[in-house]
Each structure stands twice: as C-alpha cells, then as structure tokens.
T-cell receptor
Framework: GQSLEQPSEVTAVEGAIVQINCTYQTSGFYGLSWYQQHDGGAPTFLSYNALDGLEETGRFSSFLSRSDSYGYLLLQELQMKDSASYFCAVARGATNKLIFGTGTLLAVQP | GAVVSQHPSWVICKSGTSVKIECRSLDFQATTMFWYRQFPKQSLMLMATSNEGSKATYEQGVEKDKFLINHASLTLSTLTVTSAHPEDSSFYIC?????????????FGSGTRLTIV
C-alpha cells in the first residue's frame, strides 16, 4: 500500500516560519514533491526532492530524508497570500501517476 | 510551458443526467492523462489513468461504468459522469505528465466544479 500523512491544519502569523511535515509509506519511491492549492484552484508546483537534503526556492524550502521516509516544506516570511492547502506527493508506477498526501490547510493570521 | 485546458469550469445538473468534462493538451501530445476528484477539505484522489488509444486504468473503488473515460486522440481526454447523483458533486481535475517540464512534469487543468441538484 501507500500513504502520505500530513497534519490537517496549521496556523501561523504573518512574517513567521512554518514547517509542514509529510511522512510516507510507498514502494518504488522516486522523490517527493510539494504543491500549493488555493480554494477552488488547481495545484501549483512548489518544490521537488529526489535526493536527501534541502532544496531552496525563494521563501519555500523542502527537505527529504529517505531513510526516515519523511519530508517537510518550510515556508519563511509568511504572507497572507500563503493561506492555502499544501500537499506532498509521490509519483508511482510506469505511468508516473501522482499520488497526493492528506493535505495541510495553512491559515496565516495578521 | 505546457498547458492543459479543462472545460467546463463549473456545471450544475439535475440528478440522473450525464455530464462530460473535457481536457485538452495545448501544444503538446498527452499520451497519458490523470483524472482526480476532490471533495471539500479533502485531498486530490486519483480516479483513473487515461491512455490514448486504449482503455483507462481505474483506481480501486472507482466505478468504471459510472465514470467513463475516453482518450481518443493525443490531445483530448474526456470524463463522463453517468447518471449523476448529488453524491457525485465534487471538484474534478485532470493532469498530464510531460517529461522535462519545469513543474516536475505535471500540468494540471483548471478543474471543474460539478454540482448535482
């Protein structure tokens, strides 16, 4: 089987740093990706980790530890527009179907 | 980058009718398209993988006769919700994988909000 577990909700204030965790159980692991989704919209790609370590893209960073089956998304200098749902995801199988985590709703408060 | 055009963006239908959702790949050929369903405050659940020129592959628990998928050309995949009922009301979204695309290869349509009354 496969599962990607995330906290359901996280609340933080503007300007703060927040970390969203993702623990996974999946076979044939090729890497962990992160997506942002605003209500009613399509997922937007944020970051991808194929190897262990930290990937930095502007205010967003993502970390992966394959030995721990764990990753996280780090959002710095939070802004109100960062309020959204965040999903980790893995690609599976010969068709590269993308399987999403349970999702985390981030609420940024003034 | 690659673009997937999805229509309609929203639709309201009466219970018992069938609804067709289209996804077109613009400027690229999508041999494979993925269809997802998302209920409010939940994750995107993969329903099926649409393969050009062959039968779709459905995920466990998804009714093949309920959700008909057709991928007759390299640029068009359709999802038809047959005999729709209020419990089928959801957000449906398609995605194509294109190796080499900056966004880790996955391009999403804009989604269809389906409401059955």
């Amino acid at each position: 089987g496969q599962s990607l577990e995330q906290p359901s909700e996280v609340t933080a204030v503007e300007g703060a740093i927040v970390q969203i965790n993702c623990t996974y159980q999946t076979s044939g692991f090729y890497g962990l990706s992160w997506y942002q989704q605003h209500d009613g919209g399509a997922p937007t790609f944020l970051s991808y980790n194929a190897l262990d370590g930290l990937e930095e893209t502007g205010r967003f960073s993502s970390f992966l530890s394959r030995s721990d089956s764990y990753g996280y998304l780090l959002l710095q200098e939070l802004q109100m527009k960062d309020s959204a749902s965040y999903f980790c995801a893995v690609a599976r199988g010969a068709t590269n179907k993308l399987i999403f985590g349970t999702g985390t709703l981030l609420a940024v408060q003034p | 980058g690659a673009v997937v055009s999805q229509h309609p963006s929203w639709v309201i239908c009466k219970s018992g009718t069938s609804v067709k959702i289209e996804c077109r790949s613009l400027d690229f050929q999508a041999t494979t398209m993925f269809w997802y369903r998302q209920f409010p405050k939940q994750s995107l659940m993969l329903m099926a993988t649409s393969n050009e020129g062959s039968k779709a592959t459905y995920e466990q628990g998804v009714e093949k006769d309920k959700f008909l998928i057709n991928h007759a050309s390299l640029t068009l995949s359709t999802l038809t919700v047959t005999s729709a009922h209020p419990e089928d009301s959801s957000f449906y979204i398609c995605s194509a994988f294109l190796a080499g695309e900056p966004s880790y290869g996955y391009t999403f349509g804009s989604g269809t909000r389906l409401t059955i009354v």
